[in-house]
């Protein structure tokens, strides 16, 4: 995640459920040498700064800024892209987040296993659908699916921001696991981490927010 989780993460090494030692052993696992104690994308973003500051703000405008889709319909977007990519830490990272935003733990599953009936609006699933397609080939994304969409009351700027998301998290979820990044298996960690996303965003400066459905 962002400077504000690195500094949680390396102030309270007890959400790692490991001790010092052990964090070392993990986080040398990757494919390159990444701080000691920050899991996931956190220690691959702070390898490279001035490439992770325009991944940062991007995230932060997509996933927090000003839009029509809630923050838990965000959340869900890319939770289910990252299921989709198989990629661990962001599917329980993420997933974690839209169960608190949305205040229900069945939403998410719901989705991941049948979107066609999970318990969210036609519009939601349309939009996932894109996102799903977007996730698998780009060119599968066809005009009858953002017609579908803009029949279930998408707007044009919504159909824009769930490629952008889809394709966001593609490259988070590549980036993770194509550099063997650890993932932590505490479930502990993911709903603290969760809580920090939910009341301070992705850069530390959103007011806390909660949305449900």
């Not at 995640?1 to 949680?8: N, S």
């Not at 490991?18 to 220690?43: C, R, Y």
């Not at 080939?137 to 998408?154: F, I, M, P, Q, W």
């Not at 932590?184 to 007011?207: C, I, W």
Request: glycine fraction near 4%.
């Amino acid at each position: 995640m962002f400077q504000w989780v690195k500094e949680w993460l390396l102030s309270d090494i007890s959400l790692l459920n490991h001790n010092f030692s052990s964090i070392i052993v993990f986080t040398t696992m990757a494919h390159i040498p990444v701080q000691p104690g920050l899991p996931g994308i956190t220690g691959l973003l702070e390898y490279r700064l001035d490439s992770a500051k325009p991944i940062r703000e991007l995230t932060q405008v997509l996933m927090r800024g000003e839009s029509t889709l809630t923050f838990a319909e965000r959340e869900l977007i890319a939770t289910y892209v990252s299921f989709l990519n198989e990629c661990t830490f962001c599917t329980r990272a993420h997933e974690a987040t839209a169960n608190a935003l949305f205040e229900n733990t069945t939403i998410v599953d719901s989705v991941k296993w049948n979107v066609y009936k999970a318990p969210i609006s036609e519009k939601l699933k349309a939009l996932l659908i894109i996102a799903q397609k977007t996730q698998l080939n780009g060119k599968t994304v066809s005009t009858e699916d953002v017609l579908a969409a803009r029949e279930h009351g998408a707007t044009d700027l919504e159909i824009h921001d769930t490629v952008l998301i889809s394709s966001l998290f593609c490259l988070y979820n590549r980036y993770v696991d194509g550099l063997a990044s650890w993932t932590p298996e505490d479930s502990g960690f993911y709903q603290k981490l969760a809580d920090r996303l939910v009341n301070h965003g992705y850069m530390g400066t959103t007011k806390p927010v909660v949305h449900s459905e």
